[in-house]
């Protein structure tokens, strides 16, 4: 299965919004509600932010919130802070028990 | 506190196998389906393999062609990962990850640190 496509880079100034897309096809994203995102900081593991489309686990902060359009996926950060300066990727169930993570998506905060 | 531990990773030549293992704690291991994740040099994760919590469902990448066996101890709350026919493509950091239900639903809710494996000649 070929990676999730996810813009390679973005960025907004602390306390601005920065969405994150993820493209797919109707086989993984637009196909089930499976759709997660995380956050990785270098030299860490990822981080998951939210799962099953727009579900936050416990501890996440709400300024993270996810979505779904169609093959699309999308991940919005809010009041964006410095910390947020990360990698991030989304992931989708592929179908036939299979997952795919996305292509990563590099936010800068300015 | 939820902790997973890898260990098992380090140099192998092409041709070679390793075994990975996860030693996890803070949890009932038993009652959540697991799962590894590796990540090359500079690339994002890719998914390799899931088990659900009573071994009864395992998952894997196509991609892996056979190669990669997952497997799970509930009396030793461990994972692992045998690894046969390596190649210089399977270099990357190894994670373990737990699912968030005793299902397998793709949702790693919390990671190790990795355990790097390196195939090189």
């Known amino acids: 299965q070929s990676a999730l496509t996810q813009p390679p880079s973005a960025s907004g100034f602390p306390g601005q919004s920065v969405t994150i897309s993820c493209t797919g096809t109707?086989?993984?994203?637009?196909?089930?509600?499976?759709v997660s995102w995380y956050q990785q900081h270098p030299g860490k593991a990822p981080k998951l932010l939210t799962y099953?489309?727009?579900k936050r686990p416990s501890g996440v902060p709400s300024r993270f919130s996810g979505s779904k359009s169609g093959n699309t996926a999308s991940l919005t950060v809010s009041g964006l802070q410095a910390e947020d300066e990360a990698d991030y990727y989304c992931?989708?169930?592929?179908?036939?028990?299979?997952?795919?993570f996305g292509t990563g998506t590099k936010v800068t905060v300015l | 506190e939820v902790q997973l531990v890898e260990s098992g990773g380090g140099l192998v030549r092409p041709g070679g196998s390793l075994r990975l293992s996860c030693a996890a704690s803070?949890?009932?291991?038993?009652?959540?389906?697991m799962n590894w994740v590796r990540q090359a040099p500079g690339k994002g994760p890719e998914w390799v393999s899931s088990?659900?919590?009573?071994?009864?469902?395992?998952y894997n990448a196509d991609s892996l062609k056979g190669r990669f066996t997952i497997s799970r101890d509930n009396a030793k709350n461990s994972l692992y990962l045998q690894m046969n026919s390596l190649r210089a493509e399977d270099t990357a950091v190894y994670y373990c990850?737990?699912?968030?239900?005793?299902?397998?639903?793709?949702?790693?809710?919390?990671w190790g640190q990795g355990t790097l494996v390196m195939v090189s000649s």
């Open positions: 099953e489309v727009s």
């Open positions: 088990i659900s919590s009573t071994s009864k469902y395992i």
């Open positions: 990850a737990r699912d968030t239900s005793s299902g397998i639903s793709g949702n790693f809710d919390y």
């Open positions: 992931s989708s169930y592929a179908g036939s028990n299979t997952f795919v």
């Open positions: 803070g949890f009932t291991f038993s009652d959540y389906s």
């Open positions: 109707s086989r993984d994203v637009g196909g089930y509600v499976y």
